[in-house]
């Protein structure tokens, strides 16, 4: 079956302009999470989604990102005016309930200019 | 935020040769996570340890749970070409949402033919 997949691939943007990630999880996959990965650094928790709840948000590092899964699928991350130091890789992972068996996709790579 | 150490930070091996690494925390942690991640690819659950003093295998892989439940340290044995990657130790605190990991910054392994 299909793992966890992640669009674009690579964004790069320019300082200041929106960007919007998507991650399609697994079928069936009740939790969805959102981590940041910066060059040669661990993933650190942004957020959590249970089914469409966004149950926990503590690590989104300001209040220019922003995360929805309206249909407690798809779930989509939007930075808006991005910065240099939203440069990096951002990663989604999903597990069937509030397992630790997390898949993760191959993450988009953000590049801001 | 919560800190992992991980050690060593890079590792240099001839194949065949046995691997350890460890992670440590000053903090308590309920359950221990080792990933594999390749370039390009989100990291890839190698090993999920739930009590302390738990040791568990998969493969040439072993994992150990620390009794303090501060530490966990990973055992590649007899090594191959293909165990080249980046290896992570992920922990989850107490009280904390099912899923939601700290991980420590990497190990990265080579192994030369």
């Known amino acids: 079956g299909a793992g966890v997949s992640q669009s674009p691939r690579y964004k790069v943007a320019k300082r200041g302009q929106d960007v919007a990630l998507r991650c399609d999880p697994i079928?069936?996959?009740?939790?969805l999470f959102w981590y940041q990965q910066a060059l040669g650094q661990g993933p650190e928790f942004l957020t959590y989604?249970?089914?469409?709840?966004?149950?926990?948000k503590s690590g989104l590092p300001s209040d220019r990102f922003f995360a929805e899964r309206p249909e407690g699928s798809v779930s989509t991350l939007k930075i808006q005016r991005t910065q240099q130091e939203d440069s990096a890789v951002y990663l989604c992972?999903?597990?069937?309930?509030?397992?630790?068996?997390?898949?993760f996709g191959p993450g988009t790579r953000l590049t801001v200019t | 935020g919560q800190q992992l150490n991980q050690s060593p930070q890079s590792m240099f091996i001839q194949e065949g040769e046995d691997v350890s690494m460890n992670c440590t925390s000053s903090?308590?942690?309920?359950?221990w996570l080792w990933y594999k991640q390749d370039p390009g690819e989100g990291p890839v659950l190698l090993i999920a340890?739930?009590?302390?003093?738990e040791l568990t295998s998969n493969g040439r892989l072993t994992a150990q749970f620390g009794i303090t439940r501060k530490d966990s340290f990973l055992n590649i044995s007899a090594s191959i070409p293909s165990d080249v990657g980046i290896y992570f130790c992920?922990?989850?605190?107490?009280?904390?949402?099912?899923?939601?990991?700290?991980f420590g910054d990497g190990t990265t392994l080579t192994v030369k033919p």
């Open positions: 340890l739930y009590k302390a003093g």
């Open positions: 989604f249970q089914n469409e709840a966004q149950l926990d």
């Open positions: 903090s308590i942690f309920n359950t």
């Open positions: 992972a999903s597990s069937r309930d509030r397992a630790y068996e997390q898949y």
């Open positions: 992920a922990g989850q605190l107490p009280n904390t949402n099912a899923g939601k990991s700290t």
């Open positions: 079928s069936g996959h009740v939790s």
